[in-house]
């Protein structure tokens, strides 16, 4: 049964991260487990255990090859036991073994029944009479089995889960709680040689209702404490309407990011310090304001828009590295008032409470707004240069003039 499967894997991941489904059970390697828990029969006992906590009917096998596990495991189908390899391999019928049908007949009349009843006969002779295809059977007889563990299940995540004894209504409660999860979790990618950077966070709620949360950034990292500030800075700027009552934790895997940097490489930031920064500021003026700015190809008073969605990497190269010139524009906030003197309807001099000069070249005049189905246009811009200062844009709306900002 599929669900009998699914509680069969959840146990095979407790204990191996190589596992092979099969048509008939779980094959998977406890190989290393030894220092932790002990030998052959106290690794089963162990799996005994949580195949009856999940209370799903079959047997377990724990031997030096694959083919001796799968034999014995075979053997005792539909009961959870200990078995020990070298007792009860010996012990089993030489059915067990992939021997064809007529050789098995022969074997029997002759009262040859059990593995270790063929083990006793020698070997170049069963070699001689039923060809050198047989040294597969007596290997399998004699514990040498050369199979492979041929992982196929394919996961991309790991996850941890959490029932509380108590709802919890603050989430800053649950910190250690989720600290513990992800030491965990981290433990596991780790083994793997793996990374991650992206987090989901199920919070299950005491109204019956889930609150999800997806973290994600732009580098790989198993830094536990930036993942926890993160989390934290996450939930608290779209909190969870009632309490929780449990917690629940994917982990996706990634490629881990190189830890050797360039000698000459210009210092900056650490990610995880930029990122943290960001979510700050979000949590103080709203996330709606914290962003990076898109240019938009439109004649508008502010070209441009935050997309709060994306996420700086801290390794962004400018065009101006690539060879094309670059130049910027700083906003005046509030725009700074001037006095314009106009000849023959050319500027001729502008003055401010900051600057003055003549105007030495200017372009325009430009309609400030493009979108002009949606409010008249109001605004008259220009771009202007001032004797002995900068270039800056020039704006008028009605008889009033003002600096909007300048071109660095």
């Known amino acids: 049964m599929k669900q009998n499967r699914e509680a069969l894997l959840s146990v095979a991941r407790r204990f191996a991260y190589l596992i092979e489904v099969l048509d008939d059970g779980i094959l998977f390697d406890v190989s290393g487990l030894e220092r932790l828990i002990g030998g052959h029969e106290k690794i089963a006992q162990k799996i005994v255990e949580e195949i009856q906590g999940q209370k799903v009917p079959g047997s377990i096998a724990v031997a030096g090859t694959i083919e001796t596990a799968m034999l014995l495991a075979r053997q005792n189908r539909g009961l959870s036991s200990i078995v020990r390899p070298d007792d009860r391999f010996r012990q089993a019928p030489l059915s067990s073994l992939p021997i064809e049908q007529d050789t098995l007949n022969v074997l029997n009349e002759l009262d040859i029944n059990k593995i270790e009843d063929m083990l006793r006969l020698p070997h170049e002779d069963l070699l001689s009479r039923y060809g050198q295809e047989f040294r597969k059977i007596i290997d399998l007889a004699e514990q040498n089995g050369k199979g492979l563990l041929s992982p196929n299940v394919d996961e991309d995540h790991v996850s941890w889960s959490y029932s509380l004894d108590s709802p919890v209504e603050d989430f800053a409660q649950l910190v250690f709680l989720l600290n513990h999860g992800l030491e965990r979790l981290f433990e596991q990618v780790s083994h793997r040689g793996l990374s991650t950077e992206r987090i ?187 004797d002995n200062g900068g270039v800056y844009r020039l704006c008028r709306t009605g008889d009033q003039w003002f600096i909007a900002g300048e071109y660095d």
Do not use: M
């Open 200 to 386: 989901g966070l199920c919070l299950r709620l005491r109204d019956s209702s889930e609150k999800s949360y997806e973290i994600s950034t732009s580098f790989p990292t198993l830094e536990r404490a930036f993942w926890l500030k993160l989390a934290n800075l996450r939930i608290s700027l779209d909190p969870p309407g009632s309490e929780i009552v449990s917690v629940d934790i994917a982990c996706y895997f990634t490629k881990p990011r190189p830890a050797q940097r360039g000698l000459y490489a210009v210092s900056r930031p650490e990610p995880e310090d930029l990122l943290l920064t960001i979510n700050k500021l979000k949590k103080l003026t709203g996330e709606e304001n914290v962003g990076v700015p898109v240019i938009l190809n439109q004649r508008l008073p502010e070209p441009f828009e935050i997309d709060v969605e994306a996420i700086p990497e801290g390794r962004e190269s400018s065009a101006a590295a690539k060879g094309h010139p670059v130049i910027a524009f700083s906003y005046f906030r509030p725009p700074i008032r001037a006095e314009v003197l106009v000849r023959n309807k050319r500027l001729v001099f502008i003055k401010t409470g900051y600057f003055n000069g003549y105007v030495t070249e200017y372009s325009g005049v430009w309609r400030s707004d493009s979108r002009w189905w949606e409010s008249p246009w109001r605004t008259q811009e220009w771009d202007v240069e001032i």
